[in-house]
């Protein structure tokens, strides 16, 4: 999917993590796509029986950042560094940078900016494995 942003960096527009077909996340996120499309919300968000809540969340997390990627990717060509220079929610509300880690006090940044550095800040919160490990380890029954 890069290929879409190629004027941004590689590594914030990656693909979600692959999630193997057959594997029992993968029945999770077809679970969720088929719900979605019920129009039935609560349906569609509720726990399914038997599942592991923190599995769910982040089946759904992860595929939620990658629909957020493809909807940010329609617009990258009218949101640049010129037409987009601050990053903001009207008027009066200017949003800043901040991560805690590599950049501890907030700056000022255009839209495009902040939109890849949070972009790349989830992504290295999905790859975190403490975080949201790819492999589900279940104990013995």
């Known amino acids: 999917m890069s290929f879409l942003f190629s004027s941004r960096s590689s590594k914030t527009f990656k693909p979600k993590k692959n999630i193997p077909e057959g594997s029992h996340q993968y029945e999770l996120l077809k679970h969720a796509e088929a719900t979605l499309g019920s129009g039935n919300l609560r349906q569609a968000v509720m726990l399914p029986e038997g599942e592991d809540l ?10 939620f950042f990658n629909q957020i ?16 220079p601050v990053m903001s929610a009207g008027p009066r509300y200017e949003y800043h940078w901040a991560d805690g880690a590599n950049i501890k006090k907030p700056i000022k940044c255009s839209a495009p900016k902040y939109i890849d550095y949070l972009m790349t800040w989830v992504q290295d919160q999905l790859d975190d494995e403490t975080l949201f ?7 013995p029954a």
Request: aromatic letters at 10%; proline letters at 6%; one cysteine or more.
């Open 54 to 63: 923190n599995e769910w969340i982040a089946v759904n997390t992860v595929d």
């Open 69 to 84: 990627n493809m909807l940010y990717g329609t617009i990258t060509e009218f949101c640049t560094e010129a037409s987009c």
């Open 133 to 139: 490990p790819s492999k589900i380890v279940l104990p």
